[in-house]
């Protein structure tokens, strides 16, 4: 069996969710008559302590429709520079939206509250009016670190301040959650819109949640059906999700400790990784001065049953998930390190 630390998108749906999938009780969404789905979103949106939530397909689906139900063609957003709206949603912001991105570099996956106030653009007949700050929580490219409630509280001083909404991309809120030991709804207080993914380390098979106001889940429903992500038997893709929500959230500790496991392990082994930044389901590691070439690295761990992607900048991504056990995060320290020497 390989170890595949890939991706948290790669855990399968337990036997408890392929059950609750086959008896979904069911209807035409697109008529409001899906018992499933609707259950779904009140139940999000009652986690994240929002009044309303929409089941989407994705999280890119969300981002993409949390930023047309806020913004107008011509408007701009500030985000971070390695941030997933921005470099990995094929560029919808722009594209589909039609809006300026405005990049700034983080700390630590952080928007610093001066940096925008500075790139803000105002309403004028010039500017292109900044109406949203999105943030990640997690920060994917960054390692996975958590935005604590203390900066969203700053960030919601600053966006009423410059008269813009915040954006929040919590494909892994609920990692954030467990690892700062606090609700998501806390995370997700000072946001007016929140993504996030059932189909990463929550272990559904597909979906994510838009959650906000009553009138923004309004508008954003008409928006979902304008990119083609009506529902029609949604209930089927819901039920796991409801499973989800009940089983898989307080487990990701149990992911955030093999992490933690996983890195302490590479140091031991002669990679390095900054054990300050490992805060929940993932590991970055760089290979010391003398390693072989990336490719020869990635075949010899794949030689040693684990399967990781190639390297960015020469970063290289480990992520736990509910398919990876402790026997697994030990042989896989042992393969990695193993790879060094040949
Ligand atoms: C931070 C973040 N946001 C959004 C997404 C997009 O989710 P999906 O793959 O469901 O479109 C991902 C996917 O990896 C992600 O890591």
């Known amino acids: 069996m390989m170890i595949d630390l890939r ?3 790669v855990t399968r749906p337990t036997p408890e969710m392929r059950r609750a999938m086959a008896e979904a009780e069911v209807g035409d969404d697109f008529y409001g008559e899906d018992p499933t789905v609707a259950r779904l979103e ?4 009652e986690i994240l302590g929002k009044e309303a939530a929409l089941f989407v397909s994705s999280g890119t689906m969300g981002n993409l429709v949390a930023l047309l139900s806020q913004t107008r063609m011509g408007d701009s957003i500030i985000c971070e520079r390695k941030c ?3 470099c990995f949603e094929k560029g919808h912001v722009s594209a589909v939206c039609g809006l300026l991105p405005i990049c700034l570099e983080g700390d630590r996956g952080r928007l610093e509250p001066e940096k925008v106030e500075a790139v803000c653009l105002g309403e004028s007949p010039l500017y292109a009016a900044t109406r949203l700050i999105c943030l990640e929580n997690t920060h994917n490219m960054l390692g996975g670190l958590c935005l604590d409630v203390a900066y969203m509280r ?6 009423d301040r410059l008269g813009c909404g915040i954006h929040v991309d919590g494909a892994r809120i609920f990692n954030a959650s467990v690892a700062l030991g ?10 007016d819109s929140l993504t996030f ?6 272990a559904c098979p597909y979906g994510a949640v838009l959650a906000g106001s009553r009138e923004m889940i309004r508008i954003a429903r008409f928006k979902r059906h304008m990119v083609g992500g009506g529902l029609r038997q949604g209930g089927i893709m819901a039920a796991a999700g409801l499973v989800a929500l009940d089983t898989m959230i307080s487990r990701l500790a149990e992911d955030h400790d093999h992490a933690r496991r996983l890195a302490e392990g590479l140091v031991r082994g002669g990679l390095i990784v900054d054990l300050g930044a490992v805060e929940t389901n993932m590991v970055f590691f760089r290979l010391p001065d003398g390693a072989p070439e990336p490719e020869v690295f990635l075949q010899r761990m794949k030689d040693g049953k684990v399967l990781c992607n190639p390297p960015r900048g020469g970063n290289w991504r480990l992520v736990t998930h509910h398919g990876i056990g402790q026997a697994d995060i030990d042989q896989a320290v042992h393969s990695i390190s193993s790879a060094l020497g040949g």
């Open 7 to 9: 991706s948290d998108t």
């Open 182 to 191: 606090v609700p998501a709804a806390d995370l997700a207080r000072d946001a």
């Open 154 to 159: 700053r960030m919601r001083n600053l966006a």
């Open 84 to 86: 997933h709206i921005f």
């Open 197 to 202: 993914c059932l189909s990463k380390g929550l």
């Open 42 to 45: 009140r139940k999000a949106a």
